[in-house]
């Protein structure tokens, strides 16, 4: 079982930045690939960027590469999403996820790919 809460999420200008952090509990969080997810108002969810259990792999959706980075601190079973230049569309609820495996693979793109999830934080960016 594995427990993940997000925390970072707020209001911010657009062209601005926030750190999201996702704090993991339970057991095996540094062999799981990790992943930040998002819902924007009236969309399904979609991945916006993935990394593997070393951190050595990191994977991004077109609409936030450049902008967004994402890390991992496994000594302190934390995941984290850097987000600079930050624009209106990218205004959603922000979920973290676990992967039943230790590398990225394209299942891992849907929600179905994915074992456990936070709750979710929103994050309105406003122009």
């Known amino acids: 079982q594995v427990q993940l809460v997000e925390s970072g999420g707020g209001l911010v200008q657009a062209g601005g930045s926030l750190r999201l952090s996702c704090a993991a509990s339970?057991?095996?969080?540094?062999?799981?690939?990790m992943a930040w997810f998002r819902r924007a108002p009236g969309k399904g969810r979609e991945i916006v960027a993935a990394i593997s259990w070393s951190g050595g792999i990191t994977f991004y959706a077109d609409s936030v590469k450049g902008r967004f980075t994402i890390s991992r601190d496994n000594a302190n079973n934390t995941v984290y999403l850097q987000m600079n230049s930050l624009k209106p569309e990218d205004t959603a609820v922000y979920y973290c996820?676990?992967?039943?495996?230790?590398?990225?693979?394209?299942?891992?793109?849907?929600?179905?790919?994915?074992?456990?999830w936070g709750k979710g934080t929103l994050i309105t960016v406003s122009s």
């Open positions: 339970g057991r095996a969080f540094s062999s799981r690939a």
């Open positions: 996820a676990a992967a039943p495996r230790p590398d990225l693979h394209p299942s891992m793109h849907t929600s179905s790919g994915m074992d456990y």
